[in-house]
Structure formats: C-alpha cells, structure tokens
C-alpha cells in the first residue's frame, strides 16, 4: 500500500507513538489531588509546555481540545461574539460551518486582500477566520498581511493552522490559532487552541473546570501526551517538496495542478484530471494500493465537488480533482510508485 493521505491525519510519529503508549499506563486522572493525579497532571503539564514552546506562547494560552474542530468551533464561538465573521471561501468545514459572510480567494488560491481590506472597512468590528494552509490544495495565505489589515481595522484574527502547523513557519501574529494532533503524526483525539495572552473564552463543554474553566472533560492523557510529542523533523519538507516535485514534473499530458503558482505546502499537490469524476480516479487508485483523497476527506464516505476548487473559478472540473498528501516517512520511490499507478489508472479508464 502507498499511503499518500497525510492530511486526512499524518502517519503517526515514533516519538508521538511512544509518549501515547507511555501515558497509557500511567494511572488516575489529572484533576485528582493525590500523588497518582499528580503523576497524571504532570504528564499533561509537559505536553502543554511542549506545544506552548513551539508557537511561543505561555502554557496558560494553550487550551487543549479533542481536536481541530473543537479549536476552531472554540474561538468563532467565543472570539465571534458580537463580531462579523470573514472566512476565506476555502476554509475547511470546520470553519464555514459557523455562520460567515465569504471572503473571496484569487484563482491562485491565496486570499483576495483587496477584498478583505473592503469587507472590513464595510462594517462593524470584525473577527477573521483564515487558515494557515489548504487542506485541499497545500495552498499557503499570506497571513502576514492578513494580520496587518486586521490590525489597522480593529479585527482579531483566527488561523487554521491544522494542516500548516509544524510544516511551515506561521507569523506569530495571531489572535487564536488552531491544531490538531492527529495531522501532525500524533493520536486522533487531541488538539489545541492557542491564544494570545489577554483573551479569554468560556467553554463550549462545561463541565468539571478543567482546562481553566475554559473546556469541560476529563483529558485523553495519551492523546496529548502524543500531541506533545509530535512534531516534523528539521529537512522533512525539502524532502517531501522533492517527491513532489518530482511527481508533478512526472504528470502525463492534461493534468493540471491546483495552486501551482501560489507557495504551497511541500507535501501536497491537487490534480486535476478533467473528465474523470475523482470519486471514478479514487477508487481504481486504491484498487492499485494507492490511497488519496478526492478534495476534502469526506466525513461518510461521499464525494461533492471541492468547494475549495470552485471558489478558485473552476466549474465542472471542482468534481475532478484528487488530493496527493506525503506523509512524513514517505518512501524514497513515492514518484515511481505514485506515477506507475497513475498511468494504469489512466489505461483502465480508456478501456472502459
Ligand atoms: N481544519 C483543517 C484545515 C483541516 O484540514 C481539518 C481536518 O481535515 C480540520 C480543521 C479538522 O480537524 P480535526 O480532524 O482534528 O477535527
């Protein structure tokens, strides 16, 4: 099998896998006062000191979550009060689905300033959700002059950050940012939501007090200690840019590359394939052991056009689309392996 779907959730990590395994044995539960909760509460501590140290915030601005649905619902919640919220056109679900007024993308896939300077001199205070990187495409927003617009409007800014987090360096310029473990090689099951120090939220899950009174539920201890220790290795992404390149110099004649010409991610490329439903290309690609995504990983199984590839001016061609991901330890002949099975794919589909 070539597991080509690192962001519908990355290969879990050694290190991430072992502190999972770790915290699994490790009795009680972090609230308790005694010496086993204290063992636990430690183990919690040292996980969100790892990830506060990584994006440069105090441990107290790190609220963990049970994911990155959870961060973002967390900050549109509370941080959206009584503030419009701008989403990008190709957010992910977890973002679009809190109510939003779009704001448009260029066909290249970054985010129209022009656009979202006029949306925010339009009206009354605004909050800003743009993600760091897309999950479709690997597309990167040019988030430091996002934030200088939110600045200059009296905006706060919200940043997806699920799928760039530790792939790529993100401005500390933030109001809240949201992770997710599993996309970054550790358990399903954890995230966080990073705040800048001076904003505060109430829970969305009220509950025990946990999370200073700011999340609900007792903590997946090998969730987060795994979430703490997963993180990309120095030179994985000029790695993995080389297989990808590698990939997209190999692509026969009539396919196309979404968001080629914007800074991407270095372990995504979206092809387009026009004529050919993606669900038709997904299929016989894992027929040939090779697993994608066709846009967006599709929560039951079912395949819509990419609405992240229609708010970029495709038409018919949104439907067409396959999501390559790298994971972190893809191997050295990804390219061979990957274009081999391309090219059957496309012998199966002239038969048919
Ligand atoms: N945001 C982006 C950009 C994503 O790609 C995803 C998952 O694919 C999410 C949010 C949701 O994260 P989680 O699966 O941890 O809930």
Redesign the pocket.
């Known amino acids: 099998m070539l597991y080509l779907d690192a962001?519908?959730?990355e290969v879990p990590r050694p290190a991430a896998l072992a502190a999972a395994r770790a915290a699994l044995e490790v009795i009680g539960n972090p609230s308790s006062i005694h010496a086993a909760g204290r063992a636990a509460r430690r183990l919690r501590e040292a996980a969100r000191e790892a990830i506060a140290a990584r994006f440069g915030v105090a441990p107290s601005e790190v609220v963990l979550t049970?994911?990155?649905?959870?961060?973002?619902a967390l900050a549109l919640h509370w941080l959206g009060r009584g503030r419009r919220l701008l989403a990008g056109a190709t957010?992910?679900?977890?973002?679009r689905s809190h109510p939003h007024l779009p704001i448009p993308v260029l066909p290249d896939g970054q985010l129209d300033l022009e656009a979202l300077a006029a949306m925010l001199r339009e009206g009354p205070p605004a909050l800003v959700a743009a993600?760091a990187?897309?999950?479709e495409t690997g597309v990167l927003h040019p988030l430091a002059e996002i934030a200088a617009l939110c600045r200059q409007h009296g905006a706060l800014l919200h940043v997806?950050a699920?799928?760039a987090a530790g792939r790529v360096e993100i401005p500390p310029l933030w109001d809240s940012l949201?992770i997710?473990?599993?996309?970054l090689g550790g358990p399903?099951g954890a995230?966080a939501l990073l705040l800048r120090p001076g904003l505060d939220l109430a829970p969305l899950i009220a509950g025990g007090g946990q999370e200073r009174g700011r999340r609900g539920g007792t903590e997946p201890l090998p969730a987060i200690a795994g979430l703490g220790a997963a993180w990309p290795e120095p030179g994985e992404a000029r790695r993995l840019a080389a297989l990808r390149d590698a990939i997209e110099a190999g692509l026969p004649e009539g396919v196309r590359v979404a968001g080629a010409g914007a800074p991407r991610l270095a372990n995504t490329s979206c092809l387009i394939l026009p004529g050919v439903s993606a669900e038709r290309q997904l299929l016989i690609l894992d027929q040939l052991g090779v697993c994608v995504s066709a846009g967006?990983?599709c929560s039951s199984g079912k395949l819509a056009r990419s609405h992240v590839l229609e708010a970029m001016g495709l038409g018919e061609e949104a439907g067409c689309a396959i999501r390559i991901s790298l994971p972190w330890n893809a191997p050295a002949d990804t390219a061979e392996r990957f274009l081999a099975a391309y090219a059957l794919m496309l012998q199966r589909l002239r038969r048919r």
Not at 66 to 72: D, F, Q, R, Y
Not at 91 to 95: G, L, Q, S, T
């Open positions: 962001n519908a959730s049970s994911g990155g649905t959870e961060a973002n957010e992910h679900a977890a973002v993600m990187a897309n999950n997806d699920v799928q949201a997710s473990g599993h996309k399903l995230g967006a990983a």
